[in-house]
């Protein structure tokens, strides 16, 4: 059974640093694509960044680069993603998802119920001015 449970989400100062951690269970980042995701009140989930083809392609959405890295363990099961110089605009539930391929689609295809790929809970991260 795939699983994916998030933490490290928490209340920061603008400037400040998190770590979020994605611990994955029944698969491992060789056999799908991996990434995190963010919802704020009253927006669409979107795509962070994205670990695809056993993580030799990387996505950043355009607004974090350069401040937020994604990372995985060596046994390839835990996703991390390092955020720095933390915006009030990056306030929102963070959430790791997973499926076989096309990582960064997978926050339009949240609204799409025929889709079968999988979700944490969310971990909330919430950045003070």
């Known amino acids: 059974e795939v699983q994916l449970v998030e933490s490290g989400g928490a209340l920061v100062q603008a400037g400040g640093s998190l770590r979020l951690s994605c611990a994955a269970a029944g698969f491992t980042f060789d056999e799908f694509d991996i990434g995190w995701f963010r919802q704020a009140p009253g927006k669409e989930r979107e795509a962070v960044s994205c670990?695809?083809?056993?993580?030799?392609?990387?996505f950043y959405k355009d607004s974090v680069k350069g401040r937020f890295t994604i990372s995985s363990d060596n046994a390839k099961t835990t996703l991390y993603l390092q955020m720095n110089s933390l915006k009030p605009e990056d306030t929102a539930v963070y959430y790791c998802?997973?499926?076989?391929?096309?990582?960064?689609?997978?926050?339009?295809?949240?609204?799409?119920?025929?889709?079968?790929?999988?979700w944490g809970q969310g971990t909330q991260v919430t950045v003070s001015s």
């Open positions: 670990f695809m083809n056993s993580g030799r392609s990387v």
């Open positions: 998802a997973a499926d076989l391929v096309d990582c960064p689609s997978y926050g339009t295809k949240y609204y799409d119920h025929t889709w079968n790929g999988y």
